[in-house]
């Protein structure tokens, strides 16, 4: 007989934590993002919706703080912070220059669907510009708080 | 593991069939946008995109489809989407284009030319 029983986990970063990743702000380095959301989201508790939600949407984070950009100088520093309603994501793109040349249509496009998935996928999100950089932000609200 | 981004080509009843495979995203769309691009060029009004073979796609590749809609459609064709995996479905439909692309679940339920 197997025996009905509730799956507790064990979160593994607590209110409080934080961790920061930081590389050249190059496309092809997103996924460094996107798998360290993974990682951080089965260890603060969300279940397999979360983390997908959150893989897609810390990508778009990323597209977001490189918006308008020439990055390939720049560095992105990603930050999560653990509390116990939320977890908190800031992508600041630091080190780039405004970009000279003209974008594709493709690109205004993307631009939009960008902020259509964002607004979608978690509780706030934002990009602010200031003293040469950019940060763009999201809060995934936990459905239930920590204990 | 993850397999490298890559992208399959051929003909279902004479049309073109574009079959991506792997992750689409800021890196790796515009391989999909130049097939895409390459396949109009060649005269093919209406293409189908198989995403059966993608694990992962964000807003740059859909901005590629939807420019390749755009393309298409001027051409007086079609982007058909061949897709079944939820989570690539749940970005259509959060981004409303799972009602400007006709999606279908196989390549047979394209419909014929």
């Known amino acids: 007989m197997i025996e009905e029983s509730e799956f507790t986990g064990s979160s593994t970063l607590g209110d409080g934590d934080r961790v920061v990743l930081t590389f050249p702000a190059r496309g092809d380095l997103v996924v460094l993002a996107r798998l360290v959301a993974s990682a951080i989201s089965t260890r603060v508790g969300f279940d397999i919706e979360e ?63 960008s902020e259509q998935i964002l607004a979608a996928l978690v509780d706030e999100h934002g990009r602010e510009q200031a003293d040469g950089s950019v940060r763009a932000w999201l809060r995934k609200r936990r459905k239930e708080p920590l204990a | 593991m993850e397999q490298e981004f890559h992208i399959e080509e051929r003909t279902d009843r004479g049309r073109p069939v574009i079959a991506p495979v792997g992750e689409i995203d800021v890196a790796t769309a515009p391989q999909l946008r130049e097939a895409l691009h390459e396949v109009i060029a060649q005269g093919n009004a209406t293409v189908v995109l198989d995403l059966l073979g993608v694990t ?45 692309f006709p999606i279908v679940d196989a390549l047979s339920e394209v419909a014929a030319p």
Request: proline share 2%.
């Open chain 1, 51 to 113: 983390l997908e939600d959150l893989r897609l949407a810390v990508g778009e984070l990323c597209l977001l703080a490189l918006q308008g950009s020439d990055a390939r100088h720049g560095d992105i520093r990603l930050e999560f912070t653990v509390s116990s309603a939320a977890l908190d994501i800031a992508c600041t793109l630091v080190g780039a220059v405004p970009a000279t040349a003209r974008r594709d249509a493709d690109g205004d496009e993307a631009d939009e669907l």
């Open chain 2, 56 to 100: 992962f796609l964000d807003s740059t590749a859909l901005g590629v489809l939807v420019g390749g809609l755009k393309r298409c459609r001027e051409l007086g064709g079609e982007l058909h989407v061949v897709v079944t995996d939820p989570r690539i479905k749940k970005i259509f439909e959060i981004t409303g284009l799972n009602k400007v």
